[in-house]
DNA sequence: TCAATTTTTTAGATTAGACTAAATATTTTA
DNA sequence: TAAAATATTTAGTCTAATCTAAAAAATTGA
């Protein structure tokens, strides 16, 4: 159907499309992509022929309905394989994300039907995120930053923003897991640094941090 | 490390040896591979540069140690997952192989070492195959083909020869299952039928079947 | 508003892997 | 043992996906 790299274009010109409405940029894509614009250009005249985005030079790109539900389906595998490997396979949230990029391409509905079944249906990934179903439906729950909450606020760890193995790890080494509670006990001033108090444990951390783990209140 | 292409001559070549001793002829593995023989010696180049496979102009190919290594791991993650399909996802064993050809490109060491634990360790794949450990060693059993016996002898189908979807699902419309008893009941002289008996019931093959069924007595 | 800056596209190359057609080497057979 | 047949390699082309450098369009801001 499609090659790895028109599925990673699509997959990326749908994160971009949730901070750039009005259409996703050349450069942005390039960024998102760690490729060079002119190499971006090409691929979206390929996707565009495909009808698999809506393109106008200098205009951006947008995804078509076709764009969309491809990219949702791409992301649905994603996700099913990285709670595979860490509820079947013992891999840490940390290590999951380079093998999902490579198991995300298999092709075959079978597969991802039946793998979704005997996972029980999950609802989010190891990081938070919300698993389209095989229609393409996922919940968006209204989280926020922790970095957000005032001083006496608590919470519940729902996600994370960063999913990087050094800040997933970070969160460990500290014992912050989701579905944990965290209470905002004091907010500094001058760097925004907070006292947070999770499993009865207090803990300061910068704005890196709590600017990066999402909450449900 | 290697792309999916490299990893699939390797694969093809490790199989042809068994009946190339010499080594593998460029138009051999221009069939197996199905393409042309001048793609052949493109990527022979290659992994003889890489130092994968031995060869000397006109005089076909043999797998390095290295290109032997690499080869049996790609089949050891081909079975591994085709014995996952089968036993978790409700696969039948006539469906899985166009799945674990792509699955068994996937790179991660700890995907394939979690995922032999996760299933117990098994010895054999789907059809009959023994998977390799993660050391490379496998068994290699004495089976004959069912078409070997002579009248009167009885046998336990262990594996087949071909494994294409029409060929297995043969197997499953006639009850023919691998673990299942044998016996020869009569040979036909003309054209080498046989009449057999499988769970209590007498069935006629052709020598196209009983020249893919694996035996062991 | 128009020149400077930034963004995007175009032009031209490169690499992997495949193909066709032609050349060359090897093997078979008369 | 020399044609004939077969197998293999070489030469040249093609496509997908990338890159660099240059050109062109859009945006910014003095
Ligand atoms: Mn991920
Ligand atoms: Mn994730
Ligand atoms: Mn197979
Ligand atoms: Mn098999």
Redesign the pocket.
């Known amino acids: 159907m499609?090659?790895?790299?028109?599925e990673?274009?699509l997959k990326a010109v749908f994160h971009l499309e949730r901070k750039y409405k009005g259409?996703v940029?050349?450069?942005?894509?390039?960024e998102e992509?760690?490729?060079?614009?002119?190499?971006?250009?090409?691929?979206?005249?390929?996707l565009s022929d495909k009808q698999l985005v809506i393109?106008?030079?200098?205009?951006?790109v947008k995804l078509s309905e076709k764009g969309r539900a491809t990219a949702i389906e791409v992301i649905r595998k994603h996700r099913l394989w990285e709670f595979f490997l860490v509820e079947k396979l013992n891999f840490n949230w940390d290590e999951v994300h380079d093998v999902a990029e490579q198991l995300e391409h298999i092709k075959s509905e079978k597969l991802t039907r039946e793998l979704d079944k005997f996972l029980g249906f999950p609802k989010r990934d190891p990081h938070g995120d919300p698993i389209p179903d095989a229609e393409g439906n996922f919940s968006v729950s209204n989280k926020l930053l922790l970095s957000e909450l005032d001083k006496g606020q608590t919470g519940i760890c729902v996600g994370v923003k960063d999913t990087s193995a050094d800040f997933l790890r970070y969160l460990d080494k500290n014992k912050i897991a989701l579905g944990k509670t965290v209470e905002v006990k004091d907010i500094e001033d001058f760097d925004n640094s907070m006292l947070i108090v999770i499993d009865g444990e207090e803990l300061r951390i910068s704005q890196a941090i709590s600017g990066n783990l999402f909450i449900k209140m």
Do not use: H, P, W
């Open positions: 499609f090659s790895f790299s028109e990673n274009y259409g940029s050349t450069n942005a894509l390039a992509m760690e490729t060079k614009a002119s190499s971006v250009t090409d691929m979206i005249r390929k393109y106008k030079k200098y205009q951006g």
